[in-house]
């Protein structure tokens, strides 16, 4: 199939290009991993489409004061090679070597996985296991959403229409704490059957799930359980995982209870 007809247009600034997207129809173009396919497939007819990839301002990875930021249109393959990321968000380091493939790494940005707030995508599960602040702009201003408020449902999100991701912003590792990332999938690069992120630090865990509900999830029960095999019971509370064309539902909790070991162990092993 071939796409529906549409208006291009490629802003110079991002004030310009929130005025185009503040139009009804219009789609913001970054990457296009997923926006592209979705046209040609007649599952999204937007009458604009508002280019943003020459805007400087969303652009660029830095460390800012204990915080790594992280500009929307970093692509996958930036986090990939970014000193900043390895030293500062392992976890972000760690996961992005599972997202798709090379191609689609040089192409693919973070803001635009964040906005499509695929259910089996890694970055959202990222940000909230390292509590993430997401940086939203509109033609009203900017404001800062933490990840725990902004995936709202199965592709859904708190961006209001005409919005932009400009950057999130990654808490800087400290030393006493530790990260750990594991999925499983069919064969390396697919999107992940059920994938875990987590983060401890001081007593305090935080396990996020992806690919596991129709969102990126904190699993709350299993964080609060004393020990390990606690936690793996508590799993059942915090996850109600939907069957796909080759799992149950049964099938991917067992999965989800196997990374939760994995990643335990991991978190608890001395450096």
Known sequence: MKAPSFAYAK??????????????EAKALAGGQSLIPSLNMRLSAPELLVDITGLEALKGIRLEQDVVRIGALATHAEIERSEAVAKHVPLLAEAVQHVAHPAIRNRGTIGGSLALADPAAEYPACALALD?????????GRRQVKATEFFKGLFETALRPGELIVAVEFPAQLKDQRTAFAELARRHGDYAIVGLAAFAANGTKRFAFFGAADRAVLARHAAQAKDLEAAKQALAKDLQPPADLYHSPATKLHLARVLLERTWNRLSTPR
Do not use: H, I
């Not at 993430?132 to 009203?140: I, M, P, Q, R």
């Open 11 to 24: 802003p110079r600034a991002l004030e310009e290009a929130l005025a185009l997207l503040s139009r009804a």
């Open 132 to 140: 993430a602040t997401l940086v939203v702009a509109g033609t009203e």
